[in-house]
């Protein structure tokens, strides 16, 4: 085991040729980090135990390792003192280097897979960070400082910054998760890994790549779209089905096809001057809340697995085009989306998590007052038949929209929504937000 772990920082040219690992493959090539910003590296300090050490899968946390380019100066490992059951059980202690403006990635990742997370600022010069963490697949972090982190976040000044804004959360990825309903379905991965490159190749400026669908990938919209809006005159906001309407007339919204990032970029830029620009995958919450301060949607180009066409583990063209984009065609909206971005620019970690968990429930699942009668406006719902229904429906809890109570509310990414949100109408929830 130490073997394995020892060589990762050198194995990227071997890990290239995993073909079953198409989406971190791509990670690996076009970076999930930028090897040229100015933030610098930060060592970092890690010991950790592993439970039940043969049975664990190791090959994930290597490739994590791999995905933030780390570079390992010591590496050390140990039976465990107290060891249960057996010698499966192994303490590990490694130091090494990553770049800093991944530090907040790392830290945000631990705490979407772990349980407990606890941090302590206990020396504003040299930043240290002390976590105790208990992870649900038995790999317990104990101790970890960083050293060199600067206190202000690295963020974009300027609108060619955002092609560093692509740093990636994996926990949904097909390759990695093997609950994703394409994950034992290679052709579907290296379908995945073709949009991964478009996204990382793609430059502020580039035309937006243009995407010839498969007919399976057609069948999959089709059905989509089919069963959403057939709810929309009933169930969506005057705001979506107008823009969505317009779109059906300009940007070819159709059963039979799937819009192109070209056109409704250009739609969007000349209603409310937001524009889109593909993204690989679920994005970090600064990465993709900074792109809308600029007012840039970073929007997927795959489509959902064909097995699961109602459900998304991860967001998809469907949801993009289907639930974000009408709404961007709405000024008072798109003002908004762009409020909460300019607020996340070089904001703490504390703040970005209220930040998202704000937007989480206005712009993904969001609910506000129209004639008498209760709307959708957030895309997750507006994207999701089955949320859509459930929650205009008389089983989840309504609160009124408070930026304040919202912002620290829990939330639920794995069901449907226990409470939402209800705005009087997006003006007011705009005028509160400011």
């Known amino acids: 085991m130490k073997t394995d772990l020892v060589g990762i920082s050198g194995q990227k040219e071997e890990a290239s040729k995993e073909k079953e690992m198409c989406g971190i493959e791509s990670l690996n090539r076009r970076g999930s980090l930028d090897s040229n910003r100015e933030d610098g590296r930060a060592t970092v300090i890690l010991t950790l135990t592993l439970f039940n050490v043969r049975k664990i899968e190791l090959s994930k946390a290597a490739k994590v390792f791999e995905v933030f380019e780390t570079q390992i100066h010591h590496f050390e490992t140990r039976q465990a003192k107290k060891p249960k059951n057996s010698a499966d059980r192994l303490d590990i202690f490694v130091e090494c280097e990553v770049h800093s403006a991944d530090v907040s990635i790392l830290i945000t990742s631990l705490k979407r897979v772990a349980e407990d997370v606890k941090t302590s600022r206990e020396?504003?010069?040299?930043?240290q960070l002390?976590?105790?963490v208990s992870f649900k697949n038995h790999l317990t972090l104990s101790h970890?400082?960083?050293?060199?982190?600067?206190?202000?976040?690295w963020f974009p000044r300027k609108i060619q910054d955002l092609d560093k804004c692509h740093h990636l959360i994996t926990k949904c990825d097909p390759s990695l998760d093997h609950g994703h309903p394409g994950h034992a379905d290679l052709e579907?991965?290296?379908r995945r890994a073709f949009f991964a490159d478009l996204a990382f190749n793609y430059r502020a400026?580039?035309?937006l790549p243009c995407v010839e669908y498969t007919a399976q990938e057609i069948a999959t919209w089709r059905e989509v779209y089919k069963k959403l809006s057939s709810l929309y005159p009933t169930h969506a906001c005057t705001q979506y089905l107008d823009a969505f309407q317009q779109l059906e007339k300009y940007c070819g919204y159709q059963e039979d096809n799937i819009p192109q990032l070209q056109d409704v970029s250009r739609f969007l830029k000349e209603r409310t001057g937001f524009q889109l620009r593909p993204a690989a995958g679920l994005l970090s919450a600064r990465d993709f809340l900074a792109s809308l301060a600029f007012r840039?949607?970073?929007?997927?180009q795959y489509i959902r697995h064909f097995s699961s066409p109602m459900h998304s583990p991860e967001p998809d063209c469907c949801h993009e085009l289907l639930g974000h984009v009408p709404l961007l065609a709405d000024k008072e909206f798109a003002q908004f989306s762009q409020d909460i971005g300019l607020a996340s620019l070089g904001s703490s970690e504390a703040e970005?998590?209220?930040?998202?968990?704000?937007?989480?429930?206005?712009v993904e699942f969001g609910l506000c007052k129209q004639n008498g009668s209760i709307k959708a406006y957030g895309a997750g719902l507006l994207s999701s038949y089955g949320e859509l229904m459930y929650a205009l429906s008389n089983k989840p809890e309504y609160k009124p929209f408070d930026p304040e109570v919202t912002a620290v509310h829990p939330y639920q990414d794995q069901a449907f929504q226990p409470v939402y949100f209800i705005a009087e109408n997006l003006e007011d929830a705009k005028a509160k937000l400011q």
């Open 188 to 190: 579907y991965k290296k």
């Open 352 to 362: 970005i998590e209220k930040l998202a968990t704000l937007y989480w429930f206005t």
């Open 296 to 300: 840039v949607f970073q929007s997927t």
């Open 144 to 153: 970890l400082t960083l050293a060199a982190f600067s206190p202000v976040p």
């Open 205 to 207: 400026g580039d035309p």
């Open 123 to 127: 020396d504003k010069a040299s930043a």
């Open 130 to 132: 002390i976590f105790s």
